[in-house]
């Protein structure tokens, strides 16, 4: 059975993410989780848990036109953690920067997105005030044929 399109390139997002690894980068990445309500548990951590926020679009139907596509913003929210109950801000500041530096360099997540862009980030702490996360915002510009969402351009 055919994958959507949003599967299709999740799977890409998921699989660039847990490459980020030294010594290319500053952290090692040992799990990336889909929807995880259990963030940073002891699966293992430096961790990335993936958060599809939400997917939209323009419905411009136009039938008598047979391959019209439409294009998608699909907008995902990463959870990064870190194994120390309290983290110094300048390793989460790294941590950041891998995520940024792997979706920059691999923007298209091979070839089944348009783009890939992080849209802001912020620290996330704990009940204690501690440092231990931070919250990645990114949108993936995607696109499908109108009358099927399986089918990538």
Known sequence: MAEPVVELFLVQFETLLAAIATPTFNTNVKLVDRQDPRPGNAKGTPSIN?????????EEQQP??????QERVHEILLELFMKERSTPGSKINRFVA?????LKQNNT??????????????PALT???????????????????LTDPFSAT
């Open 50 to 58: 993936v958060w599809t926020v939400r997917d939209r679009g323009q």
């Open 64 to 69: 008598d036109v047979p391959h019209q596509f």
């Open 98 to 102: 891998d995520v940024i530096k792997q």
């Open 109 to 122: 997540l091979a070839g089944t997105a348009i783009d890939t862009v992080v849209t802001g980030w912020r």
């Open 127 to 145: 009940a204690e005030r501690t440092l231990k996360a931070a919250q990645v915002d990114v949108q993936i510009r995607y696109e499908h044929r």
